[in-house]
């Protein structure tokens, strides 16, 4: 089931950028914002299998920034400049589902696409740029989705010939030639072809579709919007009508929230506010416990989580550093790393890990599970953890360079304070559990993978958890502070 992460890796082409514009924050305060409660997949997934995947993940993230190409890289400066927002007074909520059961770690949401309404549970990642979702009758009228494992329930699929919305795109628009990761550019004239697109996996998975365009049915929340459905028209969809292996068994597809002018996120944020947050509960939380995917501002944690503050403790103000909608980046999210200190030391990491433009760099990443660094900073922060935590005995362990046998001791030493500082001092102080994670009863391992060098650290989504994490795009600006997430 872990593999499902490696048919996301293919949709991270980096091709599009995300419309600028919008209000600033405080002009936007009483606005109703659109939340989609999120819930963590796969509490009891193996870990092996999920540093696997975000290795595959990563790998492929490398190879794509790396190819960016000039004519792609021109192409989203000029949708960052060219595009404007219109936002809306009204916003929207969509429910969402639980994944655990599917066996990976990635968060999911709800969406229904189509008219009339189609409804799909899809991987909330924010390294596509495509939203996508198993499909039958586009192309291949005899593709068939097979059901999730262990399922009696029939597969979800899409059916475009039953939604009076969808609209295929053209193969010879610019669209598809420039934007859709993965296109096919042979283009037949007699009758017009539909852009398709064909995935090649590393694990010898699959897929293939065609893209179109359909309107995705939300739900109204806040202000005058309860019990109320509205349409967010030309929502860019990927069908896929053929597939193979078994990466497709978790999900019905991928809900794109990069950083891309064709995605889910840059479309619907420009309607509202211009930004869309999100806060991951505990990747170990109960399935019950559900968080928030939002677009529109969050405000503070009230608006977050539906109207309820999550604690009687007062709101603290969140921390903010610029967002690098950078085209050599696209479709992730780039930010600039000052330091990382561990027990308040300051870690000696080559300037140049962190730069962009050096081929280093810093993305986050709710696609990958654990966070992976660049060897120099894998062995700065990994020698100074350890250092730290010499004195509880060692065990081994795949695939984790240190995991501690923490019932040893009767009283094992504190987990030493890791913090990033981000450029504009903002410092992400993370729980000890997000990077000192429970690997097995009894057994702590320090959550961290190397990455290559040159090469780009990944942010993921275990070091991400318990905070909220806002996305204004109209303004460039990642905000966030620590939350408990939870409903």
């Given at each position: 089931m872990a593999r499902v992460g490696l048919l996301l890796l293919a949709l991270c082409a980096a091709l599009a950028a995300v419309a600028?514009?919008?209000?600033?924050?405080?002009?936007?305060?009483?606005?109703?914002?659109?939340?989609?409660?999120?819930?963590?997949?796969?509490?009891?997934?193996?870990?092996?299998?999920?540093?696997?995947?975000?290795?595959?993940?990563?790998?492929?993230?490398?190879?794509?920034?790396?190819?960016?190409?000039?004519?792609?890289?021109?192409?989203?400066?000029?949708?960052?400049?060219?595009?404007?927002?219109?936002?809306?007074?009204?916003?929207?909520a969509m429910p969402l589902t639980s994944g655990a059961y599917t066996?990976?770690?990635?968060?999911?949401?709800?969406?229904?696409?189509?008219?009339?309404?189609?409804?799909?549970?899809?991987?909330?990642?924010?390294?596509?740029?495509?939203?996508?979702?198993?499909?039958?009758?586009?192309?291949?009228?005899?593709?068939?989705?097979?059901?999730?494992?262990?399922?009696?329930?029939?597969p979800r699929v899409f059916r475009p010939a039953d939604s009076r919305s969808w609209s295929p795109i053209p193969c010879s628009s610019d669209t598809c030639k420039s934007y859709v990761p993965f296109s096919l550019a042979n283009c037949s004239t007699t009758p017009p072809a539909p852009c398709s697109y064909d995935y090649r996996y590393k694990d010898d998975s699959s897929a293939r579709g065609v893209v179109g365009t359909?309107?995705?049915?939300?739900?109204?929340?806040?202000?005058?919007?309860?019990?109320k459905k509205a349409k967010l028209q030309e929502v860019v969809l990927g069908c896929t009508t053929s597939y193979d292996g078994q990466s497709f068994q978790a999900s019905d597809g991928v809900l794109s929230l990069?950083?891309?002018?064709?995605?889910?996120?840059?479309?619907?944020?420009?309607?509202?506010?211009?930004?869309?947050?999100?806060?991951?509960?505990?990747?170990?939380a109960p399935r019950n416990a559900t968080s928030y995917l939002t677009f529109g501002p969050s405000d503070d944690d009230s608006s977050t989580h539906g109207g309820a503050a999550p604690s009687a403790a007062?709101?603290?103000?969140?921390?903010?550093?610029?967002?690098?909608?950078d085209a050599r980046m696209a479709p992730f999210?780039?930010?600039?790393?000052?330091?990382?200190?561990?027990?308040?030391?300051?870690?000696?990491?080559?300037?140049?890990?962190?730069?962009?433009?050096?081929?280093?760099?810093?993305?986050?990443?709710?696609?990958?599970?654990?966070?992976?660094?660049?060897?120099?900073?894998?062995?700065?922060?990994?020698?100074?953890?350890?250092?730290?935590?010499?004195?509880?005995?060692?065990?081994?362990?795949?695939?984790?360079?240190?995991?501690?046998?923490?019932?040893?001791?009767?009283?094992?030493?504190?987990?030493?304070?890791?913090?990033?500082?981000f450029a504009g001092s903002a410092r992400l102080a993370p729980p000890a559990k997000s990077y000192v994670i429970?690997?097995?009863?009894?057994?702590?391992?320090?959550?961290?993978?190397?990455?290559?060098?040159?090469?780009v650290s990944v942010i993921g989504n275990i070091l991400q958890q318990e905070h909220l994490w806002e996305f204004d795009l109209a303004n460039r600006w990642l905000m966030f502070k620590q939350s408990r997430c939870a409903h």
């Open positions: 600028a514009g919008g209000a600033h924050r405080h002009q936007r305060k009483n606005r109703p914002s659109a939340r989609l409660r999120l819930l963590p997949a796969a509490p009891g997934a193996s870990l092996p299998d999920r540093a696997r995947a975000d290795r595959h993940r990563h790998a492929y993230i490398s190879s794509r920034l790396a190819s960016t190409s000039p004519h792609h890289a021109h192409g989203r400066r000029a949708a960052e400049t060219s595009t404007s927002t219109s936002p809306e007074s009204s916003a929207f066996g990976t770690g990635q968060y999911f949401v709800r969406l229904r696409v189509g008219t009339p309404a189609q409804p799909f549970v899809l991987v909330a990642d924010t390294g596509s740029d495509l939203t996508w979702v198993k499909c039958r009758g586009a192309s291949s009228p005899s593709s068939q989705a097979p059901a999730p494992a262990g399922s009696s329930s029939p359909d309107a995705a049915t939300v739900a109204l929340s806040g202000g005058n919007g309860a019990d990069g950083n891309s002018n064709i995605s889910f996120a840059s479309r619907a944020a420009a309607r509202f506010g211009g930004r869309f947050s999100y806060c991951l509960v505990d990747h170990l007062p709101a603290a103000a969140p921390s903010r550093t610029p967002l690098l909608l999210y780039a930010v600039t790393v000052d330091t990382v200190s561990v027990a308040g030391e300051a870690l000696d990491i080559p300037s140049e890990v962190w730069d962009v433009k050096k081929n280093g760099g810093a993305i986050l990443d709710s696609g990958t599970s654990l966070t992976i660094l660049a060897t120099p900073a894998y062995n700065a922060v990994v020698a100074a953890l350890s250092k730290q935590l010499a004195g509880v005995p060692r065990v081994t362990m795949d695939p984790f360079e240190y995991c501690y046998n923490w019932t040893a001791s009767s009283t094992p030493p504190a987990v030493p304070r890791l913090e990033v500082r429970d690997a097995a009863p009894g057994v702590k391992c320090i959550g961290l993978q190397e990455g290559a060098w040159p090469g």
